[in-house]
Nanobody, 115 residues
């Protein structure tokens, strides 16, 4: 069974950092570009970042560029999202996916940025 499990979310103050993880099972991520998305309450799914198969190329939404870093460890079948300088507007449920439209994403991990 193909499964993605996100973890690492939590409550953090503005300016703080979190590192999200997405562990895959049922398939090898080495053959896929991997994606992070987020969804804030009452809003649609928003693209955050993506990384190609061996990590040689990454992309970021303008809203997170310079603050977030995506990485991957194909041997651990895991994708990461390092989030620094967090802002209240980063509050959302964060999902990883192997589909550029967010299909097949996991259950998500909640990130709340608040003082």
């Amino acid at each position: 069974e193909v499964q993605l499990v996100e973890s690492g979310g939590g409550l953090v103050e503005p300016g703080g950092s979190l590192r999200l993880s997405c562990r895959a099972s049922g398939f090898s991520i080495s053959g896929y570009g991997m994606y992070w998305f987020r969804q804030a309450p009452g809003k649609g799914l928003e693209y955050v970042s993506s990384i190609m198969t061996h990590g040689q190329t990454t992309w970021y939404a303008n809203s997170v560029k310079g603050r977030f870093t995506i990485s991957r460890d194909n041997t651990e079948n895991t994708v990461y999202l390092q989030m620094n300088s967090l802002k209240p507007e980063d509050t959302a449920m964060y999902y990883c996916a192997k589909d550029s439209r967010g299909g097949g994403r996991g259950q998500g991990t909640q990130v709340t940025v608040s003082a």
